[in-house]
């Protein structure tokens, strides 16, 4: 499986914009980049995908760069609720995903 | 969001015996589900992915004699640790998919090995 590279630890102030880069340069045309969030001892909650567009939920925004070689994960004003570990996966349709590192993201008041 | 349910939260068990974790997707039918492993300060690692029907399929190094999978039906897979020791101790995590879109994960199991 393709691999992702991402900061291992980030920090973000309250109230503001939380930017989580992912490089992705292996990144295969029919693979979408996920990604989860996972706080302390719980099981990882979904946030978003993408394959080329941009993308957009209640949670979070998706940039997927035009060569789909990175992408940023936009929490557009962090709470103290969203620290957590953020995981950008790479994968197909299926639901099976392989987890790298993550990045930590420790929101502060 | 979908739920996936995992069944127990945590367990206690005594070095030798056998754990049995469920998974079940409540609100839609789980072609394929997924089971994890987690090691404190660590990332969550594939152990098996099951589809419903059919063997399990293991990833290497992950010993299929010894964590069972079941996968029944399309709202409920197993995973039965053997023989546990107290190296088995971790937290397991499971998920499922439709098939057609993304997976879903349950809250995980904490198994701890006495």
């Known amino acids: 499986d393709a691999k992702t590279t991402q900061p291992p630890s980030m920090d973000c102030a309250e109230g503001r914009a939380a930017n989580l880069p992912c490089n992705h340069s292996?990144?295969?045309?029919?693979?979408?980049v996920y990604w989860y969030r996972q706080i302390h001892s719980q099981g990882p909650q979904y946030i978003i995908h993408g394959l080329k567009n941009n993308e957009t939920n209640e949670m979070a925004s998706l940039i997927i760069t035009e060569d789909r070689k990175s992408s940023t994960l936009i929490l557009p004003h962090a709470t103290l609720r969203d620290t957590a570990v953020y995981y950008c996966i790479l994968g197909g349709n299926t639901g099976k995903l392989i987890f790298g590192q993550g990045t930590t993201l420790q929101v502060k008041p | 969001g979908a739920v996936v349910s995992q069944h127990p939260s945590w367990v206690i068990c005594k070095s030798g015996t056998s754990v049995k974790i469920e998974c079940r997707s409540l609100?839609?039918?789980?072609?394929?589900m997924f089971w994890y492993r987690q090691f404190p300060k660590q990332s969550l690692m594939l152990m098996a992915t099951?589809?419903?029907?059919?063997?399990?399929?293991?990833e290497q190094g992950v010993e299929k004699d010894k964590f069972l999978i079941n996968h029944a039906s399309l709202t409920l897979s197993t995973l039965t640790v053997t023989s546990a020791h107290p190296e088995d101790s971790s937290f397991y995590i499971c998920?499922?998919?439709?098939?057609?879109?993304?997976?879903?994960f349950g809250q995980g199991t904490r198994l701890t090995v006495v």
């Open positions: 099951s589809n419903e029907g059919s063997k399990a399929t293991y």
């Open positions: 609100d839609f039918q789980a072609t394929t």
């Open positions: 998920s499922a998919s439709a098939g057609r879109d993304f997976a879903f």
């Open positions: 292996t990144i295969s045309g029919n693979e979408y």
